[in-house]
């Protein structure tokens, strides 16, 4: 005899925009905005630490907020716009946040870098001059384990500048 | 405030083009804009999803396990089990590059045969069409336990009659098996000179007493393993791992396979501290793959990760130090208890060598234990067993200080180690900055710097960690353009990448950004052992410099070739061929790469070592400043710097971060981090949330010194960096908490309740002014 499992009530058809392109796909009510993301989606950019919303590796933004997507059910972005980190980057370059991790040897195993730039990015869309206390604030949320956060702090004050000026 | 360039203190003349520059690392683009693969993203056609049962118990037999239902569920492929792995022999070993394994525990460790050892120990894998079928499939199994009662703590598992884990563990007794049923697994000892004499004529001694508590690497990506076993016999697994090689020979020893039929393809890291040297679900992916025919992919929860994978063991450590009339260090005497986990390998070896490694002391004796309990098999974390007896000799140092009324810091100087001491495990010393760190940390500006305000209090504390050696490869292909492809067998998990590139350009006179690195997987280098022990930049990074001068003595033929003259009147200096006596004739390396193609083919050098173990190694100090809130018993960190030897700093940047994060981690271990457990065994905090590793909200910027002291043992003068800066932190801090506020912490972490409680010892709960 087989068992029918949880999952056979069905898919969901969620239509959305992912970094300025419209998607659509089908998931189950269980599955988070992260599992779609990254095993349906293939934006593996987005990483999972803890699936349970204490890491922020899985940091996106959603309609402009700042979410942990492992928190999120994905049917919940039907018609919200979602920008994960593969949407950081601009035409002619990397984002300056980007640079400036790169520049000031912010990451180390990197797993938490994309969730540290979306957050980060978030943080400056709507404080383009954070104190350095601010920026440990914002980013109490994020999870490194490798690097003691002072290269992130520093970068993210750096970028700061640059995106002012 | 920007810069984040630390300072440099070099002891060392040597100048270098590429060595000591800050180059971005090669990976860095895609891993600020998510292309870089790591374990987790492997994904592959037909690829199904694996979950694994784990024990809910601390300790029990397992009487009978039914996976009927579980395998009728639909979209649930596979149901695996111990049954499914080949029997071991009992006394099966296999080296791991680290030192030997009984392949019996590894295996036991991967699938419980009919015990569980540990709350979270591993029972049965399930392969399904999405992983929560796979959850759902977790649900039906049945397991009949027979519930076993547990020890969890080193001292309990140590009395006489407390319950046996294994029932055929034997003591080996300084080397010889005792035939006596225990959970000391084995007692070690260490002597120099004559330590009951030298106690007993000091002129004043002091002694301390820990207690330390399981903590975790807590890295952010959880442990991951997708592995597919094709029809023709061959396994490829796809795994986040410090050393494929290392997990290739686990995998052959647990599985009954040839390594030759087995491809570990190391995907990126996100961390490892020591966690990700063995293997977990590599082998039930393997199995799961084997009888499906599918790749199967799993990764661990963050439960599973705290549960199921090596805290560093908890312990209890004894520590007693004497002085002469001038404070001179005249004896020491350590007794040091491991909780290995599940199964014996503690790394308190290492504690024995680490724990009197900071000073000159002519008569020594360690007595060391490693002890099972039920708790997850241990395995390394960042100079393993060194941050455990720092805090106990670093508590002593301090109370000798007071005792003799000299600076503690003066009498860390007057004692440090120096090339030529003979350390308590019978090693010799080259030449060390153990001295040289303690004197940079005394003229810093922030040890200078006096520090004011209630409840204030600054501590200094010292640590070390080896450089283990061990065996690398490197391979090196020119391109015609002058770039240089170079392929290495050390996983990346901080930069080595990049300090392993400016090691190769360095030598050939190129920059960092003509050489193209990655990291090969078990078919495309040669054996390299594991990322850890301090040893990437040092032993691969020699290895990449050995692969140089192959490329050199090739290319140096070619130009002969060319210029039609014997080879000895080449020679070649700062990426340039020229011709001894005829100043005409010069080449540079990127001319003569676009010649190769005419002058016999490509050129490819390789370059692999095996250095010995315990050629310097390197010492961190800390300066820490903090403030103690009497009312809660907050602390709070005010400034921190770290001052720690790197012989020749490859990548400063890197360095700094290397000892930025081991800082951090050791703060951590310091003041919160922990595992709970009930008296029933159970982790009661294996959340990122309960278990509270420091966020950026709880520290101030890490200062750094780099000091640098030339390792004679290595090109470059090279010392690892990786791990001793993770040795000095609690003890600082807990110096510095005794000097704010007079409480004495002997146990770690250094919480709130325990610094109340403390205060309270010291009959103290009002302000005392910083000392
Ligand atoms: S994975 Fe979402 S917060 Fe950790
Ligand atoms: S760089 Fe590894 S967790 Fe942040």
Redesign the pocket.
Same mark, same amino acid.
């Given at each position: 005899m087989i068992e029918r499992t949880l999952g056979d009530m069905g898919k969901i058809h969620v239509q959305c925009v992912i970094n300025g392109d419209e998607k659509e796909f089908l998931c189950e009510a269980r599955e988070s905005l992260?599992e779609v993301l990254r095993e349906g989606l293939g934006f593996t950019g987005t990483k999972?630490?803890? &699936?349970?919303? &204490?890491?922020?590796?899985?940091s996106v933004t959603l309609d402009g907020v700042l979410v942990?997507?492992?928190?999120v059910l994905a049917v919940e972005v039907q018609g919200r716009e979602i920008t994960t980190v593969e949407g950081l980057a601009i035409a002619d370059g990397l984002h300056p946040l980007q640079q400036k991790f790169l520049e000031h040897a912010s990451l180390q195993c990197g797993i938490c870098t994309p969730g540290f730039l979306v957050a980060s990015k978030a943080l400056l869309d709507q404080n383009p001059d954070p104190t350095e206390h601010q920026v440990r604030h914002w980013l109490a949320g994020n999870l490194c384990r490798c690097t003691g956060y002072d290269k992130i702090v520093r970068a993210v004050l750096d970028a700061a500048e640059t995106v002012r000026s | 405030m920007l810069s984040s360039h630390g300072e440099i203190r070099s002891f060392g003349d040597e100048k270098y083009k590429v060595v000591g520059t800050r180059p971005i690392r090669h990976d860095g683009t895609d891993k600020v804009t998510g292309r870089a693969v790591y374990g987790g993203d492997t994904r592959l056609p037909g690829m199904l999803y694996g979950q694994v049962l784990r024990s809910p118990h601390a300790h029990a037999r397992i009487r009978s396990i039914d996976s009927s239902k579980a395998e009728a569920l639909d979209g649930v492929k596979s149901v695996v089990t111990a049954a499914d792995l080949p029997p071991t022999a009992s006394d099966e070993m296999v080296d791991l590059g680290e030192g030997p394994a009984r392949v019996k525990f590894m295996r036991d460790n991967i699938l419980a045969t009919d015990k569980v050892l540990y709350r979270g120990h591993a029972v049965a894998g399930v392969a399904a069409t999405s992983p929560h079928i796979a959850d759902e499939a977790l649900s039906l199994i049945e397991v009949d336990y027979e519930v076993l009662p547990p020890v969890v703590t080193v001292l309990e598992a140590m009395k006489e009659g407390a319950p046996l884990i294994h029932e055929d563990l034997t003591t080996m007794e300084l080397g010889e098996d005792t035939d006596k049923n225990s959970n000391i697994a084995s007692h070690m000892q260490h002597t120099l000179g004559d330590v009951e004499q030298a106690m007993a004529g000091a002129h004043l001694t002091a002694e301390f007493e820990v207690h330390t508590s399981s903590v975790h690497q807590g890295y952010i990506e959880p442990q991951n393993a997708t592995a597919f076993w094709n029809q023709d016999g061959m396994l490829t697994i796809w795994t986040s791992t410090q050393g494929a090689f290392t997990a290739q020979r686990q995998l052959g020893a647990i599985l009954g396979v040839p390594v030759a039929r087995i491809k570990v393809v190391p995907q990126e890291i996100g961390g490892g501290f020591g966690g990700k040297i063995p293997v977990y679900l590599e082998p039930v992916a393997s199995l799961l793959s084997r009888q499906t025919g599918h790749p199967v992919k799993l990764i661990m929860s963050r439960a599973d990760v705290f549960e199921a994978t090596g805290p560093t063991p908890g312990s209890y450590i004894r520590v007693t130090m004497g002085v002469d009339s001038s404070g001179k260090l005249v004896a020491a005497e350590a007794y040091i208890a491991f909780e290995a986990g599940g199964y014996p390998g503690s790394p308190v070896f290492a504690a024995a060598m680490c724990v009197f490694a900071c000073y000159d002391i002519p008569n020594c004796l360690v007595d060391f234990y490693d002890v099972v309990v039920n708790k997850p098999r241990s395995f390394a974390y960042r100079a393993p067993g060194s941050t455990h007896v720092a805090f106990a000799v670093e508590k002593v140092m301090d109370e000798l200080a007071a005792k003799l009324g000299v600076d503690a810091l003066e009498l860390r100087i007057q004692n440090a180690a120096t090339e030529g001491m003979r350390r308590s495990d019978g090693i010799v010393y080259p030449r060390i900055g153990c001295k040289e760190c303690l004197e940079v940390a005394r003229d810093h500006d922030h040890f200078k710097t006096p520090l004011e305000g209630p409840n204030r209090g600054r501590g200094v504390a010292v640590g070390y960690w080896f450089n283990i050696g061990f065996k690398s490869s490197v391979t090196a292909s020119v391109n015609n353009d002058g770039s240089v492809n170079l392929v290495e067998g050390s996983t990346d998990i901080g930069g080595t990448r990049t300090s392993i590139a400016m090691q190769f350009a360095e030598t050939l006179g190129l920059a960092a950004e003509d050489i193209n690195p990655s990291v090969g997987d078990t078919s495309a280098i040669g054996y390299t052992d594991v990322t850890g022990g301090s040893r990437v930049t040092y032993a691969t990074g020699w290895a990449a410099y050995e692969a140089a001068q192959d490329v050199k003595a090739q290319m140096l033929k070619r130009v002969a070739m060319v210029w039609e003259v014997e080879d000895d009147e080449v020679e070649f200096d700062d990426g340039v061929f020229r011709h001894k006596t005829d100043a005409s004739k010069s080449l540079n390396f990127k001319e003569l790469a676009a010649k190769l193609d005419d002058t016999g083919g490509p050129v490819v050098g390789n370059g692999s070592v095996d250095p010995a173990a315990g050629v310097g190694g390197s010492f961190c100090v800390n300066i820490v400043d903090l403030e103690v809130d009497p009312e809660t018993g907050k602390v709070d960190i005010l400034r921190f710097t770290a001052i720690q030897d790197a012989g020749k700093a490859i990548h400063p940047s890197y360095v700094e971060g290397q000892m930025q994060g081991g800082s951090v981690q050791g703060i951590g271990w310091g003041l919160n981090e922990e595992y709970f457990f009930t008296d029933e065994g159970r982790m009661a905090n294996s959340s990122f949330l309960d278990y509270r590793i420091p966020t950026t909200l709880d520290l101030p910027m890490i200062d750094t010194v780099i000091v640098e002291v030339p390792n004679p043992g290595h090109p470059f003068g090279v010392r690892g960096v990786g791990e001793a800066s993770i040795a000095p932190p609690p003890a600082a801090i807990a110096c510095a908490i005794k000097n704010a506020v007079g409480a004495q912490l002997c146990v770690l972490p250094m919480r709130p309740d325990r610094i109340l409680a403390a205060l309270d010892e010291a009959g103290d709960r009002v302000s005392v002014a910083a000392g």
């Open positions: 992260l999972e630490g803890c &699936n349970d919303g &204490n890491c922020g590796a899985c942990d997507s492992c928190l | -």
